[in-house]
């Protein structure tokens, strides 16, 4: 035993003899999980893992869901922090301090359900360098809505954002003001992603606004001008809504959209033929996904059938990608025009089409599509 005790004395003395710097070098190729599991076995890789965490640039912790105990000690001062992305299920607003640093470039901050729209503004004061933003379940456990100041101190902050992702049920900003606070989003925004948003708030949002004693022909500046990603879910995909989206943004090269309508929508709150034909008016357009979920109501574009799909292939040809779901009045027809219509295209998924047949490929041979991903779900 005297022996033993003797040997790991010996094994611990040599660490301790390492440099530091090569102890370092090793722990850089580790999680951040893995390092506090290092950090605790010695005194020598514990020195090591607490100056190593005041310099590293990438500090992900998304494997579980650290608390505000176990965090602050693994996030010093770090004036080399670019990239930040934590599972907050058991922090809050009193954790601000330790996750907002003012180097970062990107923030990803998951299931945010227990801190409050303060945290957008936080954001806004201390990381002005910000690049690429990702909120998830915010505010959600407070039960109450999210001042839009919060998000106009944010849009103010951040200047240089280029990506913002809310994933979370937007309709928690009060409405009063909410699209006025977007015409002052950063010029340099291309991807907009939104958890849920309604139709009618995502309408207000594009719409520039018209000043008082001002023309409704007078040229007007579009809201977010520069964006080329835009995803959204929402309550209904309206011939309203596309509009909106085609008209105002120019730039636009991915556009993802989904529904979940809670019961049959009406013709004012339904996507129709004459709303169909008007995406990709600019011809950027290279992505394009139009889904209607089946997970609460069993409900379909109803009021879209070959001919819709017809109007919409002509201004698609340089489409690489498309997406379409819940499409029941389509047949092989439509969906063979697409084929023959879009000659770059090299994913297609089509899902609940219930007039879909293998019969679509029938003459797949005569195009020159070369396909990456080809995917269908009739039911």
């Known amino acids: 035993m005297a022996k033993s005790s003797g040997s790991g004395a010996h094994q611990q003395m040599s660490l301790d003899l390492l440099p530091s710097a ?3 070098t090793v722990m850089t190729k580790l999680d951040i999980a893995s390092i506090r599991s290092l950090a605790c076995t010695c005194k020598a890789f514990h020195s090591c893992a607490s100056h190593m965490l005041c310099f590293i640039p990438s500090f992900h912790l998304l494997d579980i869901a650290p608390p505000a105990e176990y965090i602050r000690p693994l996030l010093p001062p770090n004036p080399y922090l670019r990239s930040l992305k934590v599972d907050c299920m058991r922090l809050d607003d009193s954790s601000l301090d330790c996750l907002l640093q003012p180097t ?7 299931n945010c359900a227990d801190f409050s729209g303060r945290l957008l503004s936080q954001v806004g004061q201390y990381c002005k360098d910000l690049r690429f933003l990702y909120l998830s379940s915010l505010a959600e456990k407070r039960g109450r809505s999210i001042d839009v100041s919060d998000l106009e101190v944010l849009f103010g902050g951040c200047t240089q954002l280029e990506t913002l992702i809310l994933m979370f049920d937007v309709t928690m900003f009060l409405r009063h003001n909410f699209a006025r606070v977007w015409s002052i989003a950063p010029t340099t925004l291309v991807s907009l992603e939104m ?3 309604s139709s009618v708030m995502v309408t207000e949002l594009l719409s520039p606004p018209v000043a008082p004693y001002q023309s409704i022909e007078h040229i007007r500046p579009s809201i977010l001008p520069g964006i080329q990603k835009l995803c959204l879910s929402v309550d209904y995909i309206t011939d309203t809504m596309i509009s909106t989206i085609t008209n105002n943004i120019n ?42 979920s089946q997970e609460i109501f069993p409900a379909y574009f109803k009021r879209v059938n070959d001919l819709g799909i017809l109007l919409m292939a002509d201004r698609c040809s340089d489409m690489e990608s498309i997406c379409l779901g819940g499409f029941c009045q389509v047949t092989d027809t439509g969906f063979r025009t697409i084929l023959h219509s879009c000659s770059k295209i090299f994913k297609l998924r089509i ?10 490929f029938h003459d797949i041979a005569a195009t020159s599509l070369t396909f990456d991903t080809c995917q269908f779900k009739m039911v």
């Open 104 to 110: 970062l470039q990107e923030l990803c901050l998951h």
């Open 22 to 24: 090569l102890l370092a």
């Open 251 to 292: 730039c636009l090269t991915h556009l993802d959209l989904r529904d979940s309508p809670i019961m049959e929508p009406r013709l004012a709150f339904d996507l129709t033929n004459a709303g169909i034909q008007q995406i990709n008016l600019h011809g950027r357009l290279k992505h394009l996904s139009l889904v209607r």
């Open 351 to 360: 899902y609940h089409g219930p007039h879909l047949t293998d019969l679509v």
């Open 195 to 197: 958890g849920y948003i």
